[in-house]
Nanobody
Framework: QVQLVESGGGLVQVGGSLRLSCAASGRTFSRYVMGWFRQAPGKEREFVARVNWSGGSTNYPNSVKGRFTISRDNAKKTVYLQMNSLKPEDTAVYYC???????????????WGQGTQVTVSS
């Protein structure tokens, strides 16, 4: 069982940066692929980033590639999402997720955090 708690969301202006954190409980954190997803009002939850167990492999959709960076610290049981050059369309609730076979799809993750709001103002 893994419990996830996100933090770091907030209000930022266009072009600004935020770093989200996701703290995990449980002894098997390093076995899990970690992902970030987001959901804007009236839209489906979408994939934002994933990182494998070691941190050596990452994936992003084109919409955030080059602007967002996912990383993890297994000793601290924490995964991060550094978001730069933020745009209004990045406004959403951001969710952290853990899954032993996590890919780019929601269904491949077993555990989810409660989400943190990110609002980008223009």
């Amino acid at each position: 069982q893994v419990q996830l708690v996100e933090s770091g969301g907030g209000l930022v202006q266009v072009g600004g940066s935020l770093r989200l954190s996701c703290a995990a409980s449980g002894r098997t954190f390093s076995r899990y692929v970690m992902g970030w997803f987001r959901q804007a009002p009236g839209k489906e939850r979408e994939f934002v980033a994933r990182v494998n167990w070691s941190g050596g492999s990452t994936n992003y959709p084109n919409s955030v590639k080059g602007r967002f960076t996912i990383s993890r610290d297994n000793a601290k049981k924490t995964v991060y999402l550094q978001m730069n050059s933020l745009k209004p369309e990045d406004t959403a609730v951001y969710y952290c997720a853990a899954g032993q076979g996590g890919t780019t799809t929601r269904g491949s993750y077993d555990f989810w955090g409660q989400g943190t709001q990110v609002t980008v103002s223009s």
